[in-house]
């Protein structure tokens, strides 16, 4: 059997969202499905001599059975014969979800959230996450277009071939065709040669689009053959990177990004480039960094 297929669940409407999403990917991958909660640690400044921080007591225990049954049961909605398990552990949630993707195939969290899975890929604590897992973490948001393509962001660095990888083996399962697309920006012969995009000068668009044509060719070499069920656009795009991204996410069913690689996903989430997706995205977004497996 596959890897597990681990969600952040914390009862949140977006981790419940994110559950759904969960099940269907262990269903498309024939994996289990493990609902992953965290108990962070009491507070250092609790005045001495209170009672004991007791995570079973104080009505937690009654709370976290209601919390995680709900997720069981919008998982079962969607993934009625996947193995679901219950993981409830004392520790910090993103320290939690870093040791659980050491034996993961995916990590799926919520957009927003109730607690720290709530700032989870929206600030500084995702680039733990994506620095130190070992699977690729997806983000649930947006409305994806349940037939519309996948997505790939093709950076100019090899880097990314845990990305395209990764891009096509989503879209077998799904039975989707990918859409690969590159961005030459503007002024520029290198998609992501800064933090920001630059505003408009002269360029030469012909020379960009055939840079573009050439990125997309170089990435994606080899995998067309090794998925030949899996139809291809190659879309060069001359523009605004993020722009352009996000405007691919509208009728897409999930955009998937590399991280770590040359660029504005280097260092995740600290580029323009990559905060605007993870917040504008308009369909769930893969983050797969170097060396994911």
């Excluded at 559950?19 to 262990?26: D, L, P, Q, S």
Aim: glycine share 10%.
């Amino acid at each position: 059997m596959a890897k597990p297929v681990v969600v952040g669940v914390d009862g949140s409407r977006s981790s419940l969202d994110a559950v759904e999403v969960a099940g269907h990917e262990a269903v498309i991958r024939g994996a289990e499905l493990r609902l992953v909660h965290a108990f962070g640690s009491p507070s250092p400044h609790l005045p001495p001599g209170g009672p004991a921080w007791n995570p079973a007591g104080a009505g937690v225990r009654e709370l976290l059975d209601g919390t995680l049954a709900e997720a069981e049961r919008r998982a079962r909605d969607v993934a009625p014969h996947v193995d679901i398990t219950r993981d409830v552990t004392v520790g910090e949630p993103l320290m939690v979800l870093e040791i659980a993707s050491r034996t993961a195939s995916l990590v799926v969290v919520g957009s927003r959230g109730l607690g720290a899975f709530g700032s989870l890929l929206l600030g500084s604590t995702s680039a733990h996450l994506a620095a130190r897992g070992h699977c690729p973490v997806l983000v649930v948001r947006g409305r994806p277009s349940p037939r519309g393509p996948v997505v790939l962001a093709v950076d100019d660095a090899p880097t990314s071939d845990e990305a395209v990888r990764f891009a096509f083996a989503e879209a077998s399962l799904r039975g989707a065709h990918l859409t690969a697309l590159h961005v030459c920006r503007a002024g520029s012969a290198d998609a992501y040669a800064g933090p920001a995009d630059p505003p408009f000068v002269t360029y030469d668009e012909i020379h960009l689009r055939k840079h573009a044509e050439h990125v997309l060719d170089v990435a994606l070499s080899g995998r067309p053959e090794r998925y030949p069920h899996v139809e291809v656009e190659r879309r060069p795009v001359v523009g605004r990177v993020r722009h352009a991204l996000i405007e691919a996410s509208a009728d897409a069913q999930l955009l998937v990004v590399g991280a770590r690689g040359r660029g504005d996903f280097t260092g995740l989430l600290l580029g323009s480039v990559s905060q605007a997706v993870l917040h504008h995205a308009r369909c769930p977004v893969a983050v797969v960094r170097r060396g994911a497996e």
